[in-house]
């Protein structure tokens, strides 16, 4: 009964939301509305940003220029209205993507690929037509329909509706841009995309070639384009042919502005070797080749003394080799050279909170969080919290890093654990109770918890004639480590023979946590 009902509302749902999509005309579900594509794109746009990055703001002229093709391009969509954003982001692999609402994102890996106008152009129209038909919000609907049945799935069996994982604004966005479009979206990003590019005056014969080179490009198997573009865009050899059958038929007229493109990513070809420097010092880090790494950020730091970025590998290198006052004056460097990337302040909150200038620290870590929350920076806020005595605010921050399985997650949840345990003892230990032939309790005990605990103490309540009496608390002295299991026989002698299981009721009142 309760899954017809579901069934029901759920069809109706769809039949009242069922609208023409605003690019192909065609007949589609409708539950995420204009106002939510915006709201949604808009909230998670800067934090999305933040994860790939941050934006190139070394090149302001870039970013307009971009902005400029941008919204030439979406003033001949079919839904020109739209707030679209365009920002050129400050990362090596060669992306770009769509956010609902129209805010849209090209890396400078992508850029410096690129050969002509018409070609940024192609790229920038196909994002587009993700926004302007929805995709990224059909993405949405799927899932939301998806989690409307697991609702109604948990109100029919009586499951905990409150055990969903709640995701935050950045990881969403991340969600949504690395969700791999299906044939039909690229077919469809194609299509309008070439349309608008001629609309504005472009020669949609570059979105041909473009497809060519990324169809090339994924038979080579380079792992920044597998790891980038071609994740969520994968290339084909139809989508060339089929480009190929539009261009013919829109015309080949049109510009391709090859020399005015390599005019305004001139800045970028000429920087090109010191991103290259700086992506190979991130491998050596990674590889704890640290004075390889310094070396390689003094060389990306001489090529472009005012990239921030440069400036934070630089101290992380130093980090790594202890040179502690070295590293925090390159982070301080790399936040006047740029305040509004999160890693900047991350990293020289970590080192302040590392060297106990709490303060100080804090001031970064909080900064850090503002542009994009961290479990990093959670973990040493609820270290700072705890040094300063406020026990309330440090489980805050570290419930808020302890919500996935990294390691510094498990020293979250541990850290979380051990002061919230001795407050809300029985919400953490598995109990089993039954009663030996000679009716005295047993008690059996799982720690399931990441800390160890000893000298347990409980309250054992028995119920005679309809009300509970016969209370006797009881310690358990010995050590449970995670993992263990403990049977512990009370020494409770008055239980009735005739009482059972139902009549007893044993609460943890007390425990030590010692690790």
Same mark, same amino acid.
């Given at each position: 009964?309760?899954?017809?009902?579901?069934?029901?509302?759920?069809?109706?749902?769809?039949?009242?939301?069922?609208?023409?999509?605003?690019?192909?005309?065609?007949?589609?579900?409708?539950?995420?509305?204009?106002?939510?594509?915006?709201?949604?794109?808009?909230?998670?746009?800067?934090?999305? =940003?933040?994860?790939?990055?941050?934006?190139?703001?070394?090149?302001?002229?870039?970013?307009?220029?971009? =902005?400029?093709? /941008?919204?030439?391009?979406?003033?001949?969509?079919?839904?020109?209205?739209?707030?679209?954003?365009?920002?050129?982001?400050?990362?090596?692999?060669?992306?770009?993507?769509?956010?609902?609402?129209?805010?849209?994102?090209?890396?400078?890996?992508?850029?410096?690929?690129?050969?002509?106008?018409?070609?940024?152009?192609?790229?920038?129209?196909?994002?587009?037509?993700?926004?302007?038909?929805?995709?990224?919000?059909?993405?949405?609907?799927?899932?939301?329909?998806?989690?409307?049945?697991?609702?109604?799935?948990?109100?029919?069996? /009586?499951?905990?509706?409150?055990?969903?994982?709640?995701?935050?604004?950045?990881? !969403?966005?991340?969600?949504?841009?690395?969700?791999?479009?299906?044939?039909?979206?690229?077919?469809?990003?194609?299509?309008?995309?070439?349309?608008?590019?001629?609309?504005?005056?472009?020669?949609?014969?570059?979105?041909?070639?473009?497809?060519?080179?990324?169809?090339?490009?994924?038979?080579?198997?380079?792992?920044?384009?597998?790891?980038?573009?071609?994740?969520?865009?994968?290339?084909?050899?139809?989508?060339?042919?089929?480009?190929?059958?539009?261009?013919?038929?829109?015309?080949?007229?049109?510009?391709?502005?090859?020399?005015?493109?390599?005019?305004?990513?001139?800045?970028?070809?000429?920087?090109?070797?010191?991103?290259?420097?700086?992506?190979?010092?991130?491998?050596?880090?990674?590889?704890?080749?640290?004075?390889?790494?310094?070396?390689? #950020?003094?060389?990306?730091?001489?090529?472009?003394?005012?990239?921030?970025?440069?400036?934070?590998?630089?101290?992380?290198?130093?980090?790594? =080799?202890?040179?502690?006052?070295?590293?925090?004056?390159?982070?301080?460097? #790399?936040?006047?050279?740029?305040?509004?990337?999160?890693?900047?302040?991350? =990293?020289?909150?970590?080192?302040?909170?590392?060297?106990?200038?709490?303060?100080?620290?804090?001031?970064?870590?909080?900064?850090?969080?503002?542009?994009?929350?961290?479990?990093?920076?959670?973990?040493?806020? /609820?270290?700072?919290?705890?040094?300063?005595?406020?026990?309330?605010?440090?489980? #805050?921050?570290?419930?808020?890093?302890?919500?996935?399985?990294?390691?510094?997650?498990?020293?979250?949840?541990?850290?979380?654990?051990?002061?919230?345990?001795?407050?809300?003892?029985?919400?953490?230990?598995?109990?089993? !109770?039954?009663?030996?032939?000679?009716?005295?309790?047993?008690?059996?005990?799982?720690?399931?918890?990441?800390?160890?605990?000893?000298?347990?103490?409980?309250?054992?309540?028995?119920?005679?004639?309809?009300?509970?009496?016969?209370?006797?608390?009881?310690?358990?002295?010995?050590?449970?480590?995670?993992?263990?299991?403990?049977?512990?026989?009370?020494?409770?002698?008055?239980?009735?023979?005739?009482?059972?299981?139902?009549?007893?009721?044993?609460?943890?009142?007390?425990?030590?946590?010692?690790?």
């Amino acid at each position: 009964m309760y899954f017809r009902n579901i069934a029901l509302v759920l069809t109706c749902l769809i039949i009242i939301s069922c609208a023409s999509n605003p690019v192909t005309g065609k007949k589609e579900l409708n539950l995420v509305s204009e106002t939510q594509e915006v709201e949604i794109g808009t909230e998670n746009y800067i934090p999305t =940003q933040q994860i790939q990055g941050g934006t190139l703001i070394t090149d302001p002229a870039l970013n307009k220029y971009v =902005q400029t093709i /941008g919204k030439k391009l979406a003033a001949v969509s079919d839904r020109p209205k739209l707030p679209y954003e365009f920002v050129v982001l400050n990362n090596s692999t060669p992306n770009a993507w769509a956010l609902p609402g129209g805010k849209i994102a090209i890396n400078r890996g992508l850029l410096v690929e690129l050969d002509n106008e018409a070609e940024l152009a192609s790229v920038l129209g196909h994002e587009i037509v993700h926004a302007a038909a929805r995709h990224g919000a059909k993405s949405m609907e799927r899932g939301l329909l998806l989690d409307l049945s697991v609702a109604a799935v948990g109100v029919a069996t /009586g499951a905990d509706k409150n055990s969903a994982l709640i995701v935050g604004a950045a990881g !969403f966005g991340s969600q949504l841009i690395s969700k791999k479009y299906g044939r039909d979206a690229e077919l469809e990003s194609d299509l309008y995309g070439m349309k608008y590019m001629s609309k504005a005056g472009y020669n949609p014969i570059a979105a041909v070639t473009l497809q060519e080179k990324f169809v090339r490009l994924s038979q080579e198997k380079k792992s920044n384009w597998i790891n980038g573009l071609f994740a969520s865009h994968p290339p084909s050899q139809e989508r060339v042919q089929i480009n190929k059958q539009t261009a013919l038929a829109l015309g080949s007229k049109g510009k391709l502005n090859t020399e005015n493109y390599k005019n305004n990513i001139a800045y970028l070809i000429r920087t090109k070797p010191g991103y290259d420097a700086y992506d190979q010092g991130r491998e050596a880090l990674a590889k704890d080749a640290a004075k390889t790494a310094l070396k390689l #950020a003094e060389k990306a730091i001489a090529i472009e003394p005012q990239e921030s970025i440069f400036h934070t590998l630089k101290g992380d290198a130093l980090m790594r =080799q202890n040179a502690f006052s070295a590293a925090e004056s390159s982070y301080t460097s #790399a936040i006047n050279f740029n305040s509004k990337y999160f890693l900047h302040y991350l =990293q020289r909150g970590l080192l302040r909170e590392k060297l106990k200038n709490d303060s100080a620290a804090k001031k970064d870590l909080m900064q850090s969080i503002k542009l994009l929350p961290t479990e990093n920076a959670h973990y040493s806020l /609820g270290n700072i919290a705890l040094r300063q005595g406020n026990t309330q605010l440090a489980k #805050a921050h570290f419930a808020k890093a302890s919500n996935n399985n990294s390691n510094l997650g498990k020293k979250a949840t541990k850290a979380f654990v051990k002061l919230d345990m001795p407050d809300n003892p029985n919400k953490y230990l598995n109990m089993q !109770f039954q009663l030996d032939k000679y009716n005295k309790l047993l008690i059996n005990i799982e720690n399931s918890t990441p800390v160890t605990i000893k000298d347990l103490s409980f309250i054992v309540s028995v119920k005679l004639n309809g009300n509970h009496s016969n209370r006797e608390k009881l310690t358990l002295n010995q050590t449970i480590k995670p993992g263990d299991k403990q049977i512990f026989a009370t020494q409770i002698t008055t239980i009735p023979g005739k009482t059972t299981l139902k009549d007893v009721t044993v609460s943890i009142v007390e425990l030590k946590v010692l690790d």
